[in-house]
């Protein structure tokens, strides 16, 4: 089945700062989603982006799907940002079974 | 609100026994879906309805046992539970892919502690 690597597997920032993530996948995709899991655990979408930008106010995402990986730009972070970041997709022809990468761990210090 | 909801939201229990957990969406999707986070946060699809109709099956135990009785419903139920059955289900709803767009959306989850 299709792979999805995400790097950097933890990520620690100061408050302010800026921060990418990224998401490579090893085969085509219809559909590619980042979440948020916050500290109480609940999945939140931040992004439903199988390609092109999007841009959610201090939140961007990028997905270049012909080279088959995903950016999700965080500006400005902020001590609420800290949680899990997962990136989800759904291969070409698999069904809308969507397949996680292991997730990074973002902690943003004040 | 419009959402996706599951009850209960925690659940302990001992092993041997019975249990089931219930989701319900108001999005208007025809597609609901059940995941399981394990202890490591890993996230995997285990089963998956369209419009009542069983379409994904995961490998999972056939002690795990999905019953959509409506497009707006999915619940779980979980015979002869084990400890290794310990984990957060999360419930979810979208689309089919097939119209197009199929972004997912999904419940609160459901702590199991199985003891």
């Known amino acids: 089945g299709i792979q999805v ?13 800026n921060s ?20 109480w655990g609940q999945l939140i979408n931040l992004f439903y982006i199988p ?9 961007s995402a990028t997905t270049v799907a012909t080279e088959r990986y995903s950016l999700l730009y965080i500006s ?9 970041y997962f990136c989800a997709v ?18 943003v210090r004040p | 609100d419009t959402a996706v909801s599951q009850t209960p939201k925690y659940l302990v229990t001992q092993m041997g026994n019975d249990k089931s957990i219930k989701c319900e969406q108001n999005l208007g999707h025809d597609t609901m879906y059940w ?7 890993f996230l995997k699809i285990m089963f998956s ?7 994904i099956n995961e ?19 979980i015979n002869s539970l084990e400890l290794g059955d310990s984990a957060v289900y999360f419930c979810a709803s979208s689309h089919i892919l097939s119209r197009g767009y199929n972004e997912q959306f999904f419940g609160p989850g459901t702590r199991l502690t199985v003891l």
């Open chain 2, 59 to 77: 490998t999972v135990p056939n002690r795990f046992s999905p019953k959509s009785p409506d497009k707006a419903h999915l619940n779980l139920h």
């Open chain 1, 51 to 59: 390609s092109g930008t999007k841009q959610n106010g201090r939140l």
């Open chain 2, 49 to 55: 309805y369209n419009n009542k109709e069983l379409i």
């Open chain 1, 5 to 17: 690597e995400q790097s950097p597997p933890d990520l620690i920032l100061q408050e302010g700062a």
């Open chain 1, 20 to 39: 990418t993530l990224r998401c490579n996948f090893s085969d085509s995709v219809n559909n590619l989603q980042w979440f948020h899991q916050n500290p």
């Open chain 2, 35 to 41: 995941y399981k986070q394990d202890s490591k946060k």
């Open chain 1, 90 to 107: 759904v291969n070409t022809g698999a069904n809308s079974k969507l397949t996680f990468g292991k997730g990074i761990t973002l902690s």
């Open chain 1, 76 to 84: 400005s972070s902020q001590t609420t940002d800290s949680g899990v």
